[in-house]
């Protein structure tokens, strides 16, 4: 696959792959290709977790044991209040037992915009740590600073080839090219993971709340 360095040479290449080797000739419009790429990048935000769309909490505080999420949230990567981690759990659970008596900060849980957390937090505590983003729509302007684009280009190609089918009907090559986007998005959010294991980070552990298990 070539070198893809700009929005324009993105569409080339999922045009060659669509339509024939010469993009010259296709009659995928750019209309098309816009919303066809839109869509791909929805998809890639819902199953990437990766250090390149990996950012750092910042100006979030607790209000009301809640703390709103950012504007461009996908899913947690760590969430503390500068010592332990907190675990998640489901929102259940804490509404169930953030009231009981805990002695420092242990779990968090997705509440709608927001996250909550068991026990509960004080107004106006910074919550610390950092979140997989769904990054910025591709533009001409900001192509070149999307790190996840720049560090796995071949992503967005796939994704887009995989969500073709919705635009122009099934095609054969369609198991390949989903096999094809899943192994990018495995490699991608496992070489996370092994970061973390060799940094000595990761500890597996069962979830209980002072003895409800």
């Given at each position: 696959?070539?070198?893809?360095?700009?929005?324009?040479?993105?569409?080339?290449?999922?045009?060659?792959?669509?339509?024939?080797?010469?993009?010259?000739?296709?009659?995928?419009?750019?209309?098309?290709?816009?919303?066809?790429?839109?869509?791909?990048?929805?998809?890639?935000?819902?199953?990437?977790?990766?250090?390149?769309?990996?950012?750092?909490?910042?100006?979030?505080?607790?209000?009301?044991?809640?703390?709103?999420?950012?504007?461009?949230?996908?899913?947690?990567?760590?969430?503390?209040?500068?010592?332990?981690?907190l675990?998640?759990?489901?929102?259940?659970?804490?509404?169930?037992?953030?009231?009981?008596?805990?002695?420092?900060?242990?779990?968090?849980?997705?509440?709608?915009?927001?996250?909550?957390?068991?026990?509960?937090?004080?107004?106006?505590?910074?919550?610390?740590?950092?979140?997989?983003?769904?990054?910025?729509?591709?533009?001409?302007?900001?192509?070149?600073?999307?790190?996840?684009?720049?560090?796995?280009?071949?992503?967005?190609?796939?994704?887009?080839?995989?969500?073709?089918?919705?635009?122009?009907?099934?095609?054969?090559?369609?198991?390949?090219?989903?096999?094809?986007?899943?192994?990018?998005?495995?490699?991608?959010?496992?070489?996370?993971?092994?970061?973390?294991?060799?940094?000595g980070?990761?500890q597996?552990?069962?979830?209980?709340?002072a003895?409800?298990?």
């Amino acid at each position: 696959m070539t070198v893809i360095a700009s929005l324009s040479s993105l569409y080339t290449e999922i045009t060659r792959l669509l339509d024939g080797e010469d993009p010259t000739v296709s009659d995928l419009s750019t209309a098309s290709l816009d919303r066809l790429v839109t869509v791909a990048q929805r998809r890639i935000y819902r199953d990437v977790r990766s250090r390149w769309n990996e950012k750092s909490f910042t100006s979030v505080t607790v209000t009301n044991n809640l703390a709103p999420k950012p504007t461009d949230y996908a899913s947690a990567s760590i969430v503390h209040f500068g010592r332990q981690a907190l675990k998640p759990v489901a929102e259940e659970v804490i509404r169930d037992y953030w009231a009981s008596t805990g002695t420092g900060e242990c779990y968090f849980a997705d509440a709608g915009a927001n996250f909550t957390f068991w026990p509960a937090i004080a107004d106006g505590t910074a919550l610390q740590g950092r979140y997989f983003a769904i990054l910025p729509d591709l533009t001409d302007a900001n192509f070149a600073s999307n790190a996840l684009m720049a560090n796995a280009d071949d992503l967005f190609v796939y994704a887009a080839l995989v969500e073709s089918a919705a635009f122009f009907g099934a095609r054969q090559d369609m198991p390949m090219w989903e096999a094809k986007y899943q192994s990018i998005v495995d490699a991608l959010n496992n070489q996370r993971m092994r970061g973390a294991y060799s940094a000595g980070r990761m500890q597996r552990r069962s979830v209980s709340i002072a003895g409800h298990g």
